[in-house]
């Protein structure tokens, strides 16, 4: 996972989800892992930690919780292969609060076949909840593996939910 040219840092964000680990480079964020992810990864040793370095992130982070904030704008670093970064590229258009299928954003990256292979990218996601992999749903609309857990994800998906109900009420 590390990046052996790139000086990584990291810190920890308290959430409603729990206690996300946070790495970037200074000028991008490059993982977030959550506290019950099943690869359970700890800060490589080579990495420093730095809280005043992601005063941004965790600020939009709080913002999203609060139910301020639907559309992230933080700069990413995208290091997968051509086919998983395409993939991680379109979840980014799966508006906040929708939902949609490992099938249907096959089809939206131009490979309608390639539904497998969009749901193996999907869970490769390094930056879950900025690049919103918990927005794909099975076909028949039931939850399916997420990294961080299906109860995550739920809480996920029912925050993203709730907000806009409140948006328009």
């Known amino acids: 996972m590390p990046?052996?040219?790139?000086?990584?840092?990291?810190?920890?964000l308290d959430s409603p989800i729990g206690r996300l680990l946070i790495v970037g480079d200074g000028d991008?964020?490059?993982?977030?892992?959550?506290?019950t992810e099943s690869?359970?990864?700890r800060p490589h040793p080579d990495w420093r930690r730095d809280d005043q370095l992601f005063k941004e992130v965790f600020a939009q982070f709080r913002a999203y919780f609060a139910g301020e904030l639907t559309r992230f704008e933080l700069p990413l670093r995208f290091a997968g292969?051509?086919?998983?970064n395409t993939v991680w590229k379109a979840l980014c258009d799966i508006p906040f609060g929708e939902t949609t299928s490992y099938g249907v954003l096959a089809g939206r990256i131009g490979r309608p076949k390639a539904f497998r292979a969009v749901g193996a990218a999907n869970g490769a996601?390094?930056?879950?909840?900025?690049?919103?992999?918990?927005?794909?749903?099975?076909?028949?609309?039931?939850l399916t593996g997420f990294?961080?857990?299906?109860?995550i994800k739920r809480h996920l998906l029912d925050h993203e939910s709730?907000?806009?109900q409140r948006r328009t009420a």
């Not at 990046?3 to 920890?12: E, F, K, N, T």
């Not at 991008?28 to 506290?35: A, V």
């Not at 996601?125 to 039931?142: A, E, F, Q, Y």
């Not at 990294?147 to 109860?151: E, P, Q, R, S």
């Open 162 to 164: 709730d907000t806009c």
């Open 125 to 142: 996601n390094p930056l879950p909840i900025v690049v919103p992999c918990h927005r794909v749903i099975g076909v028949d609309k039931s």
């Open 39 to 41: 690869r359970k990864y």
């Open 147 to 151: 990294g961080g857990g299906l109860d």
């Open 81 to 84: 292969t051509e086919f998983q």
């Open 3 to 12: 990046s052996p040219d790139v000086a990584l840092a990291y810190s920890y």
């Open 28 to 35: 991008q964020l490059h993982y977030i892992i959550f506290p």
